[in-house]
């Protein structure tokens, strides 16, 4: 079955500074998508970046970018020039893509602080 | 922007009630999802349904049903409430159109709170 895991529980961040979360998957399929989620206090969880397995290019998103390490089934995000707002629950998630699946396994988060 | 909404954001229910929790979506989204998210424990996956009328359960089915009467609507019903359901209740969806960019994507509805005393 596939895992995501999350080892950080919580992190914190200078303003300006960048941070790295970490997130490792285990998987026995070569195809399937990878997702960072942001959910900041109170508000709606919503996409920060994705990752097709079959791109070796690591996705960026403005500050945010990703370490793909298929290999080593390690899915990092890094977040560059730290914001306040960036201060949120992030969650890493895993799909696989053949058809008849439709199950998205989530990490149990890492909480991240931003500090002024 | 695709718009995901829940009925609710937060709800207070005594033991033993039925519970609805509704949710929508404007996208014409073939896929929907229930997660419970609990503290430590990540999302978990309560039901989900891919199409109107189907269903399948997820990780975590029990104590809970689910109806899909219209695409855009997707409704958690908790059949008699329990104290260990009070919990964080997300709704999403999803499109999976094999050329889209935004394939598999989920988005999130803002989330029901509900106690359960």
């Known amino acids: 079955a596939q895992t995501v895991t999350q080892s950080q529980p919580e992190m914190s961040v200078q303003e300006a500074e960048t941070v790295t979360l970490s997130c490792t998957y285990d998987?026995?399929?070569?195809?399937?998508?990878l997702f960072w989620y942001k959910q900041p206090p109170s508000r709606q969880m919503i996409l920060v970046i994705r990752?097709?397995?079959?791109?070796?290019q690591n996705a960026t998103e403005n500050r945010f970018s990703v370490n793909f390490q298929k290999a080593a089934k390690s899915f990092s995000l890094k977040i560059s020039d730290s914001q306040l707002g960036d201060a949120a629950m992030y969650f890493c998630?895993?799909?696989?893509?053949?058809?008849?699946?439709?199950?998205?396994?989530f990490g149990t988060g890492t909480r991240l602080k931003v500090l002024a | 922007d695709v718009k995901v909404t829940q009925s609710s954001r937060y709800l207070v229910k005594r033991t033993g009630e039925k519970v609805f929790l509704e949710c929508v979506q404007d996208?014409?989204?073939?896929?929907m999802f229930w997660y419970r998210q609990d503290p430590g424990l990540g999302l978990r996956l309560i039901y989900f349904?891919?199409?109107?009328?189907?269903?399948e359960k997820g990780d975590i089915p029990e104590g809970y049903s689910v109806s899909r009467e219209k695409k855009e609507r997707f409704s958690l019903i908790l059949e008699s409430a329990s104290t260990n359901q009070t919990s964080m209740y997300l709704c999403?969806?999803?499109?999976?159109?094999?050329?889209?960019?935004?394939?598999?994507?989920?988005?999130f509805g803002p989330g029901t709170r509900l106690t359960v005393t």
């Open positions: 990752q097709e397995a079959y791109k070796q």
């Open positions: 999403a969806s999803s499109f999976v159109g094999r050329d889209s960019p935004r394939r598999y994507e989920q988005y």
């Open positions: 349904s891919y199409d109107v009328k189907m269903k």
């Open positions: 998987t026995s399929e070569s195809d399937y998508y």
């Open positions: 998630a895993y799909r696989r893509v053949p058809s008849g699946t439709y199950k998205y396994i």
């Open positions: 996208m014409d989204h073939e896929n």
